[in-house]
């Protein structure tokens, strides 16, 4: 649609309203300020809901094999060739064993559930998360019977490199006097904080002989982590090792194993993008009230000009023009406003959590230490779009009203 100076010169002039048209004026502010709230609030939560999607998944995948290999019946024993063989297959790039058990964390007169990963001293650092959160301690020292924990366990139980825990096994050595309990001391020789609560609060990592001998399980491990180039692919690397594992072993992927986590994080985003929607829904029933209010102010001003010579399309042109610059300006605000939040959003938590005294994202309840945000500009450009459609949708009305008003019968009743 093409606009002559002259109609964009009268919806201008329409737009700064006098002082009799006051109350239409705070109507269409109220009308902008609504729809560029809405634009600014839906790109915050969606980039919000994507940095949580994104960094919960890089740590999950960081930390844990893409997939994982288990054993038909139990722990693994003689998995040397199970191992070669995952690892010429392509597109997978590590294979690292490791024995898995929960165990009882004593230090100290205090005691704390843990889950203890036994992996091989050289696939400690062939985990990039893991590897790039150590604060303390040399990984050197976890190469003999060094233990790795969590910043948040270190101090929950007022641990440093050097100290020692002991570890109490669920699995006892049967005695005459019933199961007893396995126990055994070993020196914390790394501390890592990966950012996400549940690792950095439970998780042990030790050596894999280490974990080995204390499980009771000799030459033996609990499943075989498989790392891929293409983790969003699974799908496909989960068929080809099923084939290749020909019933001898059990495969899970990633997706399948934190299923109903992403699912719920999904349906949560999808649920928050429709619930903001209906602000930007709601601004633009404002633009049509105060645009019909506006049409019916002006009749006298439409009947003179159409009397000299202005055709209903210029009619129909200057007052869609006037309530879709509303929603423009509106949402060219909402969305210079939404992307400067998402992008400083930690830096304005981090000063309102400072002028309030209030922790505002508690990293127990929402898994990570601080609040991610990642702009997704296809999702930006599709709540543009909405806002500017249904601005658009909005203005149609009224500026059809005003086309076909009768200049007669305006001028009748002035």
């Given at each position: ?280 829904m709601v601004a633009a029933f404002n633009i049509i009230s105060s645009m019909i209010m506006l049409v019916k102010d002006k009749g006298r001003d439409i009947a003179i000009l159409r009397t000299m010579g202005a055709t209903r399309g210029m009619i129909l042109r200057v007052f869609f023009l006037a309530g879709a610059s509303i ?88």
């Amino acid at each position: 649609m093409i606009f002559s100076a002259f109609e964009r010169m009268v919806a201008m002039r329409y737009l700064r309203a006098r002082r009799q048209e006051g109350f239409i004026s705070v109507i269409a502010g109220f009308s902008l300020l609504g729809i560029a709230l809405g634009v600014a609030t839906l790109i915050i939560v969606m980039s919000v809901m994507n940095g949580f999607r994104a960094e919960l998944l890089g740590r999950v995948l960081g930390l844990n094999g893409h997939l994982n290999v288990y054993g038909a019946t139990g722990p693994m024993s003689d998995y040397d060739p199970l191992v070669e063989r995952l690892r010429s297959m392509p597109g997978v790039r590590l294979v690292m064993p490791s024995v898995e058990a929960q165990a009882l964390v004593t230090t100290q007169g205090t005691a704390s559930g843990a889950v203890v990963r036994g992996i091989a001293p050289e696939d400690l650092l062939k985990r990039p998360v893991l590897a790039e959160s150590i604060v303390a301690g040399d990984p050197a020292d976890f190469r003999e019977d060094g233990v790795a924990i969590g910043m948040r366990m270190a101090q929950r139980l007022n641990l440093r490199v050097g100290d020692r825990i002991t570890l109490l096994s669920p699995r006892g050595a049967a005695t005459a006097f019933g199961t007893v309990p396995r126990q055994r001391s070993y020196p914390v020789a790394v501390i890592f904080e990966v950012g996400m609560f549940e690792y950095d609060n439970s998780f042990i990592f030790m050596p894999l002989e280490a974990a080995q001998t204390f499980f009771q399980l000799p030459e033996q491990v609990t499943t075989l982590e498989v790392f891929v180039d293409d983790p969003t692919r699974i799908g496909g690397y989960r068929q080809d090792m099923a084939v290749a594992m020909a019933g001898k072993a059990r495969v899970l992927d990633w997706q399948q194993s934190n299923a109903s986590f992403f699912t719920a994080l999904q349906v949560e985003r999808n649920v928050m993008f429709l619930i903001l929607s209906l602000i930007i829904m709601v601004a633009a029933f404002n633009i049509i009230s105060s645009m019909i209010m506006l049409v019916k102010d002006k009749g006298r001003d439409i009947a003179i000009l159409r009397t000299m010579g202005a055709t209903r399309g210029m009619i129909l042109r200057v007052f869609f023009l006037a309530g879709a610059s509303i929603g423009v300006i509106g949402t060219v605000a909402g969305l210079v406003l939404g992307v400067a939040f998402a992008d400083n959003i930690e830096s304005i938590r981090q000063t309102i959590q400072g002028l309030t005294g209030t922790d505002l994202f508690n990293a127990e309840i929402y898994f990570l230490s601080h609040l991610p945000a990642k702009i997704d500009w296809g999702e930006v450009t599709q709540v543009v779009l909405m806002a500017l459609g249904l601005t658009f949708l909005a203005t149609i009305y009224p500026a059809w009203r005003a086309a076909r008003l009768d200049p007669v019968e305006a001028l009748r009743y002035e």
